[in-house]
T-cell receptor
Framework: AQSVSQHNHHVILSEAASLELGCNYSYGGTVNLFWYVQYPGQHLQLLLKYFSGDPLVKGIKGFEAEFIKSKFSFNLRKPSVQWSDTAEYFCAVNAGGYGGATNKLIFGTGTLLAVQP | DAGVTQSPTHLIKTRGQQVTLRCSPKSGHDTVSWYQQALGQGPQFIFQYYEEEERQRGNFPDRFSGHQFPNYSSELNVNALLLGDSALYLC??????????????FGPGTRLTVL
């Protein structure tokens, strides 16, 4: 069965610090990988996604993630965080395939990021 | 363009009761998925509806059931509520197609508290 592990449950950073959140998944086949963000009081939003091709993907608000197949990892990075990045971040995976039948997302437990001004 | 909407926002029930949660998908979307997010956890897939039928299901008991209407809106029903059913219930919609992945858009959720 697929699973997703997020190693950092709670991260506290000062503004302008660099961010890296770890994500590992377990699935031997083709996967699609995602990072979702949930800002305080708001709903889950897609931050970035990886399907194929360049393993370094760029998302909104300056975030990027690198897919390392050999390590089953998809870590999220941002060179310089802002107070407005305070949110909960979820890594998610679904098995590769076509069409809506594969739209089942498996989420990690989330990382709560607090950025201090 | 209306996004995914859910009702009610909050709900308090007692053990053994039954509850119905509602979801309207984003305009133009035809597929609805439901997730349960317990406190401190990531969302867990409950089931997905397409063409008014349950297409796939996660590891949830039969107490959890759903329905999709011709206008693509959906309901999640939970019978014989347990304390452990307390959670945020999320609805996500997408458009069925031949893409590798059909992006899901999430609603704000319904917070269910079982006393």
């Amino acid at each position: 069965a697929q699973s997703v592990s997020q190693h950092n449950h709670h991260v506290i950073l000062s503004e302008a610090a660099s961010l890296e959140l770890g994500c590992n998944y377990s699935y031997g086949g083709t996967v699609n990988l995602f990072w979702y963000v949930q800002y305080p009081g708001q709903h889950l939003q897609l931050l970035l996604k990886y399907f194929s091709g360049d393993p370094l993907v760029k998302g909104i608000k300056g975030f990027e993630a690198e897919f390392i197949k050999s390590k089953f990892s998809f870590n999220l990075r941002k060179p310089s965080v802002q107070w407005s990045d305070t949110a909960e971040y979820f890594c998610a995976v679904n098995a590769g395939g076509y069409g809506g039948a594969t739209n089942k997302l498996i989420f990690g437990t989330g990382t709560l990021l607090a950025v201090q001004p | 363009d209306a996004g995914v909407t859910q009702s009610p926002t909050h709900l308090i029930k007692t053990r053994g009761q039954q509850v119905t949660l509602r979801c309207s998908p984003k305009s133009g979307h035809d597929t609805v998925s439901w997730y349960q997010q317990a406190l401190g956890q990531g969302p867990q897939f409950i089931f997905q509806y397409y063409e008014e039928e349950e297409r796939q299901r996660g590891n949830f008991p039969d107490r959890f059931s759903g329905h999709q209407f011709p206008n693509y809106s959906s309901e999640l029903n939970v019978n014989a509520l347990l304390l452990g059913d307390s959670a945020l219930y999320l609805c996500a919609s997408s458009l069925e197609g031949l893409a590798v992945y059909n992006e899901q858009f999430f609603g704000p959720g319904t917070r269910l508290t079982v006393l």
